[in-house]
């Protein structure tokens, strides 16, 4: 950081409001939240024009957005900003100008902060600067203050009618509230400028520098933007009203679809952004920006930044869902999220559990990139002590293009017996087995996480290349592993058909190389060196001796 940040005399707004630590399952039930105008604004220009009163009051308190002059405009400390602003009428910022300088200290501290996001998104994260302008007094960004609705905490305008000099994009100005005091926020006085001008700016990064395509992948830029908002300022924890909602109903907030019932999926999709960070590092975001540039759909984009770290979009985000799973009051030190213990415990789709005595079976959909917790509880051997047994199903499919409403769920069904049967797979349990089968019509996109009693069966993540694998004799395929070379003690493979008949055992020390993929090996030959014939196959991957991690791949055989 610079260290001119640190020498900011506090002039801000003495109303500032102190946010509250979210700590457990209580914060399921929070209030409305503001949000984002810019996805309001979207959805708004797709439908064609407003169709209720609330959408009406938005399109009126936008004003803003047409450069209707203000009664003052200023250039940020910096030059990258021009701050728009009234100190009369319904638009007035506050007049307190403590340190007499004959600037509100309202729009001091929006000067701030806004070349604060700059330094941090631009200087230090290095994304793409936006350029010029070419609009109203000058070439900076261009900032208008109004009263916004209550349930808006800011925008950034896109416009259409301004492209830059890339390819789909545009140039846009930003909206921000004259006082951030409504009932609605909940971040209020100068922390809502904070978060506020983070999230938005960096929206306009977006539109200008890399692509202009909100409607059909809004999941990902207002995830992006979520996301700044905690690297711009880690110490307040707004993000958290989104958090709430995605732990209590993960099914329900599908990376695919954009959109649930009352807002954006991608707020509460920070948390995918967070755990792609921790698990490789900060700056895999803007290089999924950098291929987003390149191709058509966020899943392409997400898919060719993970390859290098042996991951895509669909196991990293069956390894996602787990960490999801270790939060709240099963949350293990700093494991998986490194606030996982202040976030609500995440809930299960199966409220009760279902009681397991011979076989149960549950019914269930799942969007694509989708997740939820089914538990079931059965009695160990001579005690009235229940034990929970926890599956995690994910819908890891990608192969949807564009995200959007029309997105639909995909149905499955989970078995689960006391008794072995054919096409059964098996876990460990009070010294005997559990048996369960998942069933779906596109089984190769599903993963599942068996969790016994808080304990992770299988915590090892893995990732097919190719996919499918055409077995011509020529290619080989590689199960992938998130484990370093010097890691690896022992690895045992075995491949099954879909009637669960083994095809391969695969044993040996080390990992080895394949068209630049790292993991375990397989020729495309049986147990009889002949070439596999064209199916789905399930493999066991163990490493170092662990309980092994499954998974499913297609072989199509030419």
């Given at each position: 950081m610079l260290m001119r940040y640190l020498l900011l005399p506090l002039l801000l707004l003495t109303t500032a409001a102190a946010v509250a630590q979210v700590h457990d399952d209580d914060a399921y039930a929070g209030p409305s939240h503001a949000r984002c105008g810019t996805e309001m604004l979207m959805n708004i220009r797709a439908q064609g024009g407003p169709r209720n009163k609330f959408e009406r009051e938005l399109l009126a308190g936008t004003v803003c957005s047409?450069?209707?002059?203000?009664?003052?405009?200023?250039?940020?400390?910096?030059?990258?900003?021009?701050?728009?602003?009234?100190?009369?009428?319904?638009?007035a910022v506050p007049s307190v100008d403590l340190d007499g300088n004959g600037t509100p200290d309202y729009i001091d501290s929006t000067d701030f902060y806004l070349e604060y996001a700059w330094d941090v998104e631009i200087g230090e994260y290095k994304f793409d600067a936006p350029p010029d302008d070419h609009r109203g007094d000058g070439p900076e960004i261009d900032v208008y203050i109004c009263d916004l609705p209550e349930d808006v905490y800011g925008f950034a305008y896109p416009e259409e009618d301004n492209p830059t000099d890339r390819p789909n994009t545009v140039n846009g100005l930003l909206v921000l509230d004259n006082d951030y005091s409504e009932r609605l926020y909940t971040t209020k006085g100068i922390d809502g400028i904070r978060v506020t001008s983070?999230?938005?700016?960096?929206?306009?990064?977006?539109?200008?520098?890399?692509?202009?395509?909100?409607?059909?992948?809004?999941?990902?830029?207002?995830?992006?933007?979520?996301?700044?908002?905690?690297?711009?300022?880690?110490?307040?924890?707004?993000?958290?009203?989104?958090?709430?909602?995605?732990?209590?109903?993960?099914?329900?907030?599908?990376?695919?679809?954009?959109?649930?019932?009352?807002?954006?999926?991608?707020?509460?999709?920070?948390?995918?952004?967070?755990?792609?960070?921790?698990?490789?590092?900060?700056?895999?975001?803007?290089?999924?920006?950098?291929?987003?540039?390149?191709?058509?759909?966020?899943?392409?984009?997400?898919?060719?930044?993970?390859?290098?770290?042996?991951?895509?979009f669909e196991n990293s985000y069956c390894e996602f869902a787990t960490w999801c799973?270790?939060?709240?009051?099963?949350?293990?030190?700093?494991?998986?999220?490194?606030?996982?213990?202040?976030?609500?415990?995440?809930?299960?789709v199966t409220i009760p559990p279902r009681e397991l005595d011979d076989d149960i079976v549950i019914q269930g959909s799942l969007y694509p990139l989708s997740f939820g917790l089914y538990e079931v509880t059965t009695h160990k051997t001579g005690s009235t002590i229940r034990d929970t047994i926890d599956f995690v199903i994910t819908n890891g499919r990608t192969?949807?293009?564009?995200?959007?409403?029309?997105?639909?769920?995909?149905?499955?069904?989970?078995?689960?017996?006391?008794?072995?049967?054919?096409?059964?797979?098996?876990?460990?349990?009070?010294?005997?087995?559990?048996?369960?089968?998942?069933?779906?019509?596109?089984?190769?996109?599903?993963?599942?996480?068996?969790?016994?009693?808080?304990?992770?069966?299988?915590?090892?993540?893995?990732?097919?290349?190719?996919?499918?694998?055409?077995?011509?004799?020529?290619?080989?395929?590689?199960?992938?592993?998130?484990m370093a070379l010097d890691q690896i003690r022992s690895v045992r493979l075995m491949i099954y058909s879909s009637s669960l008949t083994p095809v391969a055992d695969i044993k040996g020390t080390s990992l080895s190389e394949v068209n630049n993929h790292l993991g375990v090996v397989w020729n495309g030959k049986d147990l009889g060196n002949r070439l596999a014939p064209s199916g789905i196959y399930f493999y066991e991957l163990s490493i170092n001796g662990a309980s092994p991690t499954l998974g499913k791949f297609a072989v199509v055989r030419k």
């Amino acid at each position: 950081m610079l260290m001119r940040y640190l020498l900011l005399p506090l002039l801000l707004l003495t109303t500032a409001a102190a946010v509250a630590q979210v700590h457990d399952d209580d914060a399921y039930a929070g209030p409305s939240h503001a949000r984002c105008g810019t996805e309001m604004l979207m959805n708004i220009r797709a439908q064609g024009g407003p169709r209720n009163k609330f959408e009406r009051e938005l399109l009126a308190g936008t004003v803003c957005s047409d450069r209707t002059p203000k009664q003052f405009n200023q250039v940020t400390s910096h030059g990258h900003f021009r701050i728009h602003y009234d100190r009369t009428g319904p638009d007035a910022v506050p007049s307190v100008d403590l340190d007499g300088n004959g600037t509100p200290d309202y729009i001091d501290s929006t000067d701030f902060y806004l070349e604060y996001a700059w330094d941090v998104e631009i200087g230090e994260y290095k994304f793409d600067a936006p350029p010029d302008d070419h609009r109203g007094d000058g070439p900076e960004i261009d900032v208008y203050i109004c009263d916004l609705p209550e349930d808006v905490y800011g925008f950034a305008y896109p416009e259409e009618d301004n492209p830059t000099d890339r390819p789909n994009t545009v140039n846009g100005l930003l909206v921000l509230d004259n006082d951030y005091s409504e009932r609605l926020y909940t971040t209020k006085g100068i922390d809502g400028i904070r978060v506020t001008s983070a999230h938005e700016f960096n929206h306009i990064i977006q539109f200008s520098r890399y692509k202009y395509e909100y409607s059909a992948e809004a999941t990902l830029y207002e995830a992006t933007a979520v996301w700044f908002e905690r690297q711009v300022h880690p110490s307040i924890p707004d993000y958290r009203q989104y958090v709430r909602g995605f732990l209590a109903h993960p099914d329900s907030f599908a990376f695919s679809t954009n959109h649930v019932q009352d807002a954006i999926t991608g707020y509460a999709h920070v948390l995918y952004l967070d755990y792609l960070a921790k698990r490789i590092d900060r700056d895999i975001t803007r290089r999924i920006w950098e291929e987003f540039k390149k191709h058509d759909f966020v899943t392409e984009s997400v898919d060719a930044a993970l390859q290098p770290n042996s991951l895509n979009f669909e196991n990293s985000y069956c390894e996602f869902a787990t960490w999801c799973y270790y939060t709240g009051a099963r949350a293990q030190d700093e494991k998986y999220f490194p606030e996982a213990q202040v976030y609500p415990t995440m809930r299960a789709v199966t409220i009760p559990p279902r009681e397991l005595d011979d076989d149960i079976v549950i019914q269930g959909s799942l969007y694509p990139l989708s997740f939820g917790l089914y538990e079931v509880t059965t009695h160990k051997t001579g005690s009235t002590i229940r034990d929970t047994i926890d599956f995690v199903i994910t819908n890891g499919r990608t192969d949807y293009g564009h995200g959007g409403v029309g997105i639909r769920k995909e149905d499955f069904s989970l078995t689960v017996s006391r008794t072995e049967k054919s096409g059964y797979l098996s876990l460990p349990y009070d010294g005997t087995q559990i048996y369960y089968r998942l069933d779906a019509a596109s089984t190769t996109h599903f993963c599942i996480e068996r969790i016994i009693a808080g304990q992770s069966i299988a915590s090892l993540a893995t990732s097919i290349f190719p996919q499918p694998f055409i077995n011509d004799g020529a290619d080989q395929l590689v199960v992938g592993v998130n484990m370093a070379l010097d890691q690896i003690r022992s690895v045992r493979l075995m491949i099954y058909s879909s009637s669960l008949t083994p095809v391969a055992d695969i044993k040996g020390t080390s990992l080895s190389e394949v068209n630049n993929h790292l993991g375990v090996v397989w020729n495309g030959k049986d147990l009889g060196n002949r070439l596999a014939p064209s199916g789905i196959y399930f493999y066991e991957l163990s490493i170092n001796g662990a309980s092994p991690t499954l998974g499913k791949f297609a072989v199509v055989r030419k």
